[in-house]
């Protein structure tokens, strides 16, 4: 499993997660001093596959060799970590979350609140870090894709201009469609603002989200509606999100 996933990378492809479903049905717990080892100090597709096993099996020592994989780990590891770790939703993930949260670092893992088990009382400690990353490490910083989930989640309306900054300056298109989908939860210009912007977007998961909220006031919004709903090669979830707003016959709603 280790090696298809490591040839995985190589192609520009990730296995890491299938790989790990299928170590679940294979492994054993005599392999699991291989599996932990791989987690420390494998290579790409040993440790994201290792990561993602350990931490879906709940493994005492997943949550240390998250923080390992985030201090130490390339790219695509450390963004495998951060995938794992936001699929545990114990106690005692959520506690050391809020550890690492409170650590004048930007080696750990994101705060607690980006995890499915943190709440409103973690919203200071993910803005927090949410501003750190974005002024040390830039829009494109690899912990930014949890951070503005998870800004999103907890819909905390003080990260809206640190969300507008990542979607004008990030390079990534899927990191942009992200923030426009934490900015419709956290800023009440959106729907008059980015939303219009983010209809010409070239993800169609940014198109759908300003789909469903840019104001129909705007000509520019119901034309641009209108075209979506006509075109026969866009995306069914968008013309869905677009129908959710316009007739049949197109008119605005």
Known sequence: MFEWAQQGLERGAALHVPAARCLTAVAGPEDRPEIVEAAKDGDEGARCTALRYLADGNDPEALQLIE????????????AAVDAFERMRSVAAVDRARGWARRPTRSAPPPAGCSPGGGA????????????????????????????DGAGRLGIACAAPVLRHVYRETASSHLRGRAARALAATDPSYAAGFAVECLWDCEETTREIA???AETGDARVVEQLRRLAADPAEEAEVQT??????????PAV
């Open 211 to 213: 789909a469903r909220h």
């Open 241 to 250: 999100a677009v129908r959710s707003r316009i007739g049949p016959d197109a």
């Open 68 to 79: 390992r994989a985030v201090a130490t780990g390339s790219a695509p590891v450390v963004e």
């Open 121 to 148: 009382q973690d919203s200071d400690l993910v803005l927090g870090a949410l501003r750190e990353a974005v002024m040390g490490e830039g829009p494109d910083a690899p912990t930014l894709w949890t951070l503005v």
